[in-house]
């Protein structure tokens, strides 16, 4: 007795590229990526960061190289974090005129200025004790003080700004600071500043390698007074809808793989703008696992990529922004 045809055979639609192609749900393309980039005070040439493979400390001259290169590939944007020569209690380098990252926004822009660059509004680089605000310790507890680490956050986002920065990215998780940031934004004459907020920022072991190439590591203490608690997930999204309410174009998942159900709750509640991070622990996992053999590099990273996407990110920062850029342009 022959068995009856099945009706729905879904490998039908599997058997070629062509076909493959033609159903495909999901799409990579060069402008869904941002590369981030570290610009030093401190360096004479780049110097690779151990723990993050590819990854450098740029002089101001290299990192406009390096945008340039980025911006041929067609990467959509560039992410710059500042590393000061020197760092004080008050960060002034966060919001100093002639700051690093100001410098380097204005050289940017000055050689290609279409290519979106997008600032990491932030004060632990240039904070003397690595916290992202104003912060009092008690031994080994560290206390940062909310209010007036903000109006710091606003003057640093402005400074930004003037320099040419497209968009501002704060990423501190100070309460209140995205309506600080949009109103000090509008008040100097920047209404057309989009604010990328870190809306859902979680206190995460993943963000190691970052803080080598950063130099940002707290001296005492730690961040999960300010930054997200792991478990939680619907605080996540009542962070997401306070940063919306107070003026946030974009918001963003941080980190990205470990968070894919924050990413996908974010962007299916609000349909804002939504951005992940595949942060530095993520990325040296799989470098590292690539480098002993055991991983197909090229396969798992347009797979995370895929991942991200799937899940709702319509952009993703990765330091993989640039070979990603290429492999599927």
């Keep these: 007795m022959s068995s009856l045809p099945l009706?729905?055979?879904?490998?039908?639609?599997?058997?070629?590229?062509?076909?493959?192609?033609?159903?495909?749900?999901?799409?990579?393309?060069?402008?869904?990526?941002?590369?981030?980039?570290?610009?030093?005070?401190?360096?004479?040439?780049?110097?690779?960061?151990?723990?993050?493979?590819?990854?450098?400390?740029?002089?101001?001259?290299?990192?406009?190289?390096?945008?340039?290169?980025?911006?041929?590939?067609?990467?959509?944007?560039?992410?710059?974090?500042?590393?000061?020569?020197?760092?004080?209690?008050?960060?002034?380098?966060?919001?100093?005129?002639?700051?690093?990252?100001?410098?380097?926004?204005?050289?940017?822009?000055?050689?290609?200025?279409?290519?979106?660059?997008?600032?990491?509004?932030?004060?632990?680089?240039?904070?003397?004790?690595?916290?992202?605000?104003?912060?009092?310790?008690?031994?080994?507890?560290?206390?940062?003080?909310?209010?007036?680490?903000?109006?710091?956050?606003?003057?640093?986002?402005?400074?930004?700004?003037?320099?040419?920065?497209?968009?501002?990215?704060?990423?501190?998780?100070?309460?209140?600071?995205?309506?600080?940031?949009?109103?000090?934004?509008d008040a100097a004459g920047f209404q057309d500043t989009p604010i990328l907020s870190y809306a859902a920022k979680f206190a995460s072991a993943f963000y190691g390698p970052f803080r080598d190439a950063a130099e940002s590591a707290p001296s005492a203490g730690d961040r999960r007074s300010y930054q997200m608690d792991a478990a939680n997930s619907n605080e996540a999204i009542r962070e997401v809808a306070l940063d919306l309410d107070e003026g946030a174009d974009m918001v963003m998942v941080k980190p990205g793989l470990a968070y894919l159900d924050i990413l996908w709750r974010v962007k299916h509640e609000f349909g804002a703008p939504t951005f992940a991070y595949h942060v530095s622990g993520e990325y040296a996992m799989l470098k590292a696992a690539a480098a002993q053999g055991w991983l197909d590099e090229k396969a798992c990273l347009l797979e995370s990529m895929l991942a991200f996407r799937r899940a709702g990110a319509d952009g993703i920062i990765t330091y993989a922004a640039r070979e990603l850029a290429r492999w599927v342009g």
Excluded at 10 to 20: E, F, G, N, T, Y
Excluded at 117 to 133: K, P
């Design 7 to 185: 009706i729905q055979r879904p490998r039908r639609l599997r058997s070629s590229p062509a076909l493959r192609n033609l159903v495909r749900e999901t799409h990579l393309r060069p402008g869904n990526f941002i590369l981030p980039l570290f610009v030093s005070e401190k360096v004479a040439e780049p110097v690779a960061v151990k723990s993050m493979p590819g990854v450098f400390q740029l002089t101001e001259q290299a990192l406009v190289a390096e945008a340039l290169a980025a911006h041929q590939d067609g990467v959509g944007a560039v992410l710059i974090f500042g590393i000061p020569a020197a760092k004080d209690a008050l960060a002034s380098g966060a919001y100093a005129r002639d700051g690093v990252v100001q410098r380097s926004v204005r050289a940017i822009k000055a050689a290609a200025p279409e290519l979106l660059v997008i600032t990491d509004v932030c004060l632990c680089e240039f904070m003397d004790h690595g916290h992202c605000g104003i912060t009092h310790f008690d031994g080994e507890r560290a206390h940062v003080v909310n209010d007036a680490s903000v109006k710091l956050l606003a003057q640093t986002a402005v400074s930004h700004a003037e320099a040419g920065a497209d968009i501002v990215a704060p990423s501190d998780m100070m309460d209140g600071r995205i309506g600080a940031i949009r109103s000090a934004l």
